[in-house]
């Protein structure tokens, strides 16, 4: 009887271990054979073994109102940081990060449907130019000849006009590298778009990594002299979209000076010291704290404190309550904040409500090719326009 169970035990114990080794070795597989995409099972070949996987995958997201069909992209890092893409207008429709409870939201705002995109709105997420922010009056002269633009923001012209970048259908490419994925979008402005000289060739690249950085790297060339000011437009909200205001949120920009403006907003020339003002974030400040000092609210451009060291740090936005931290590096001079001053509530605005969200915009200065003595943002043929901006987000 004992030897009979020495035998039959020797017997479940090679059988358990011979499971145990098939069990082993099918993991892998097993979770790539659920499809037949080889993306997905190269994304779990990435999976080093915790919850999340860094990933880059697309999903139909819907069809223009001239027939276009509309992909969107679908990137995620090994920390469960995900940011949504989709290539009308560039847009980031959103951006979920876990909080330090480890509950995850999105903490960009945006619309439901491809169609709230299409109409005029508040640039949720998108790409803005051919020049982003503000030019006076929709004019500048260059090179002798002056170029009137749309004066889509009443007299001034804004984000690139009635239809800028942010209501193109661009190209996109989605790829993956060892420790990030992403997502290249192009788009060509034909000569004359909008108002602008010269035929443009743009590309935007945004990266994730497993640090819970998102990157985002722009390039273009042109066949004539032509402004350029590119920028992205996420409206952020560390608690969460559609969590009340933003605005016991934290700020503080690496920036001493600031650009007063018009009562069109239009920069007045001068680079104000922020010391002593409603506008000096040098160290961290609630935005709510001094913001009924600034006449409606913030939405003005600063200069970002020169560095050796390029993308230089540009800010930092903090949220007590979720712990959730955004730090800002760009190689660009200035970064504007806006405090969604006009977000009301209603549809257009996404239902979101006033100061429901900020933005740190990095881009050169507003209305530069009427300030010679703002940095240059004249791009000529045979020149390359670089810049790039990183988003690194963490939990505290």
Known sequence: M??????????????????????????????????????????AEMNTGSEFQLSVQSEPYGTTADGQEITQYLLSNQKGMSVNIINFG????????P??????????????SLAEYEKKGPYFGAICGRYANRIKDGKFTLDGKEYQLAQNNPPSHLHGGESGFDKKVWAAEEFSEKDAVGVRLSLV???????????????????????????IDYTATTDKPTPINVTNHCYWNLAGAGEGTILDHELLLNCDKYLPVSAEAIPTGELAPVKGTP?????????????????GGYDHCWVVNASEKQPAFCARAKDAESGRV?????????????????????????????????????????????????????????????QTTIHKFSVE
Not at 2 to 14: A, E, F, I, P, Y
Not at 279 to 295: L, N, P, Y
Not at 355 to 366: D, I, M, V
């Open 2 to 43: 004992m030897n009979r169970w020495k035998c039959c035990s020797g017997l479940l114990s090679v059988l358990i271990l011979m499971a145990g080794c098939s069990r082993e070795k099918s993991t892998p597989a097993d979770s790539a054979q659920t499809t037949s995409d080889k993306k997905q099972t190269k994304d």
């Open 90 to 97: 560039a847009i980031v429709t959103a951006i979920y990060l």
């Open 99 to 112: 909080d330090k409870a480890g509950k995850s939201e999105s903490i960009t705002l945006g619309f439901n």
């Open 189 to 215: 402005s034909p000569d004359g778009e909008e108002g602008y000289p010269g035929k443009l060739t743009l590309k935007v690249v945004y990266t994730l990594n497993n640090d819970n950085e998102l990157k």
């Open 279 to 295: 506008m000096d974030f040098t160290s961290a400040h609630k935005i709510g704290e001094r913001i009924g000092q600034v006449e």
């Open 326 to 386: 955004m730090e800002i590096y760009t190689t660009e001079p200035g970064v504007q904040f806006y405090t969604g001053n006009f977000l009301d509530g209603t549809p257009a605005s996404g239902g979101f409500p006033k100061n429901g969200a900020f933005c740190l915009e990095a881009q050169h200065f507003p209305n530069s090719p009427n300030q010679p003595e703002f940095p240059n943002t004249i791009l000529k043929p045979g020149e390359v326009y670089e």
